[in-house]
T-cell receptor, first 115, second 115 residues
Framework: GAGVSQSPSNKVTEKGKDVELRCDPI?????LYWYRQSLGQGLEFLIY????????KSGLPSDRFSAERTGGSVSTLTIQRTQQEDSAVYLC?????????????FGPGTRLTVT | GEDVEQSLFLSVREGDSSVINCTYT??????LYWYKQEPGAGLQLLTY?????DMKQDQRLTVLLNKKDKHLSLRIADTQTGDSAIYFC???????????????FGQGTILTVHP
């Protein structure tokens, strides 16, 4: 079946502009995660959505970052007033409900470059 | 806080076994994972182990867990050139833990397989 998809695959933006990154999780998966991967910081957790519960936003690096998940499916990560240090690959993952909930499946990522 | 450490590089000859090591600090870790990342690609879940297990074997992959020493290893038997990639160790807490669902990753081990 289809895996996690993310769009766009690459995004180049100017410093100070806002960007939106999209994630389509695997159908039927109830949990959705955002991570980012950068040379300096490695792989970092950003935010976690589980069903209708309040999201765990503990990994968001600043209030310029926000995310929402509509209808329990698609998620959008928004970065306002982008800075050069936001340049990274943003990865989305989803996991199924029930006893397999610990298996996280990752999308191909969105490479964000802030110039 | 949680911390996961890996050695950065491993080079082996095709046909030999590879052993990638990882240490972690969070004693509440319930699930421990190995992910593989090929160039330009997302993360592929290779295997995982519950903290109440000592060993898990899956075809060419063997995971060993020493919970007392907080040490995890991944052995790849009969390593092939297609196994060349970055391998990430990760941990998460179980249900009920405050960090449930959130993966903490090591910095990754670059495995190079020589013909």
């Amino acid at each position: 079946g289809a895996g996690v998809s993310q769009s766009p695959s690459n995004k180049v933006t100017e410093k100070g502009k806002d960007v939106e990154l999209r994630c389509d999780p695997i159908s039927g998966h109830t949990a959705l995660y955002w991570y980012r991967q950068s040379l300096g910081q490695g792989l970092e957790f950003l935010i976690y959505f589980q069903g209708n519960s309040a999201p765990d936003k503990s990994g968001l690096p600043s209030d310029r970052f926000s995310a929402e998940r509509t209808g329990g499916s698609v998620s959008t990560l928004t970065i306002q007033r982008t800075q050069q240090e936001d340049s990274a690959v943003y990865l989305c993952a989803s996991s199924p409900p029930g006893h397999l909930s610990y298996e996280q499946y990752f999308g191909p990522g969105t490479r964000l470059t802030v110039t | 806080g949680e911390d996961v450490e890996q050695s950065l590089f491993l080079s082996v000859r095709e046909g030999d076994s590879s052993v990638i090591n990882c240490t972690y600090t969070d004693s509440s870790s319930t699930y421990l994972y190995w992910y593989k990342q090929e160039p330009g690609a997302g993360l592929q879940l290779l295997t995982y182990i519950f903290s109440n297990m000592d060993m898990k074997q899956d075809q060419r992959l063997t995971v060993l867990l020493n919970k007392k020493d907080k040490h995890l290893s991944l052995r790849i038997a009969d390593t092939q050139t297609g196994d060349s990639a970055i391998y990430f160790c990760a941990e998460s807490a179980g249900a009920g833990g405050t960090s449930y669902g959130k993966l903490t990753f090591g910095q990754g081990t670059i495995l190079t397989v020589h013909p």
